[in-house]
C-alpha cells in the first residue's frame, strides 16, 4: 500500500494523486513490474477515479506506467536503454555545469552545499534515510545549475533520469551511499579551488563508477532481476 502524503495547500485532487504515485514508484515503493491498482489507489487517497485515471495516463507518457489491455497497468521496470540514455545526459551536462561553476559560483549558494553535505553525513548514522539521502543528493546537484542560471537544464535532466533514479536508489539501498557524501564533498572543493583539471575526474569517480555494482543487480540471479526489463544489449551493466 503506497504511503500517504500531506496535501499541499490547494492542492488539486490529480495533482494531489499524481506526486504521491510518482514519488511511491520513484522511491521503489510500487517496485518495477508491480500491478497498479486505480480502485485501490483511489480509496487510499480518498478521491474519485477519474484524476487517478488522468494520473496513470500522464505516467504513462513519462515511460513510468505501462498500460495493458485488458490485462491491468503495471509500473514500468527499469529499461536499460534509458538508464543509459540519462547517464550520458548527466555526464556531459555535469561536467559543462561544474566547469563554469569554477569560473564563478556565489558564496550563498556553496554555503547551502556544505549545509546540504553535513545533513548527508548525518544520515549515514541513522537505518533506512536513504530516500532522505536521494532527496538531498538531488537538491545538492540542483544547487549547482541553479547558482550557475541553468535551472531548465536540471529539470530537463530529471525528466529523462527517471529510470536511472531508481536504479541509483536500489544501488543505494544496496551498496550504501557513503561513497556518494565523499564524493559531494570533493566536488565543492573543486568549485571552491577552481580546479577545473579535477572536473572529468570527479565526473568519472561520481557517476561512471559507482555504475560498475549495477550489473549485480541485472544480473538474472539477483534478487531484483525481475525490476528490470531485459534486453537485447546492456552496455550500460557491462562495464570494467
Known amino acids: 500500500m503506497i504511503a500517504v502524503l500531506e496535501r499541499l495547500p490547494d492542492e488539486r485532487n490529480r495533482d494531489y494523486a499524481y ?11 510500487l517496485k518495477p513490474g508491480q500491478i497498479i491498482s486505480e480502485v485501490e489507489i483511489a480509496k487510499r487517497l480518498d478521491v474519485s477515479r477519474t484524476p487517478i485515471r488522468e494520473v496513470i495516463a500522464r505516467l504513462k ?19 536499460p536503454q534509458l538508464v543509459e540514455e540519462a547517464v ?5 551536462l ?22 546540504n553535505v553535513l545533513k548527508q553525513e548525518k544520515l549515514l548514522k541513522q537505518n533506512k534515510s536513504h530516500q532522505q539521502f536521494h532527496e538531498l543528493d538531488k537538491q545538492f ?18 525528466r529523462l533520469s527517471t529510470h536511472y533514479n531508481r ?30 583539471n579535477q572536473v572529468q575526474l570527479i565526473i ?9 555494482v549495477w550489473k549485480d543487480l541485472y544480473q538474472e540471479d539477483s534478487p ?12 550500460v551493466f557491462n562495464l570494467n
Not at 555535469?94 to 549545509?115: A, G, N, T, V, Y
Not at 536504479?167 to 580546479?195: C, G
Request: hydrophobic share 40%; aromatic share 10%.
Open 88 to 92: 550520458f545526459t548527466r555526464v556531459t
Open 94 to 115: 555535469e561536467k559543462e555545469i561544474l566547469k563554469l561553476s569554477c569560473e564563478h559560483f556565489p558564496d550563498d549558494i556553496l554555503f547551502e552545499l556544505r549545509q
Open 19 to 29: 506526486r504521491v504515485i510518482k514519488n511511491a514508484i520513484m522511491s521503489l515503493e
Open 61 to 79: 507518457e513519462e515511460n513510468l506506467v505501462e498500460v495493458k489491455p485488458q490485462v491491468g497497468t503495471y509500473v514500468t521496470r527499469i529499461k
Open 141 to 158: 546537484h540542483y544547487m549547482i545549475f541553479k547558482a550557475n542560471k541553468k535551472e531548465n537544464v536540471w529539470f530537463a535532466v530529471t
Open 204 to 212: 568519472n569517480e561520481h557517476i561512471l563508477e559507482p555504475m560498475k
Open 167 to 196: 536504479i541509483r536508489l536500489l544501488s543505494e539501498l544496496e551498496f550504501s551511499f557513503e561513497d556518494a557524501v565523499i564524493q559531494h564533498k570533493r566536488i565543492i572543493d573543486v568549485i571552491e579551488t577552481k580546479a577545473v
Open 224 to 235: 531484483f532481476s525481475d525490476y528490470f526489463e531485459r534486453a537485447v544489449s546492456t552496455s
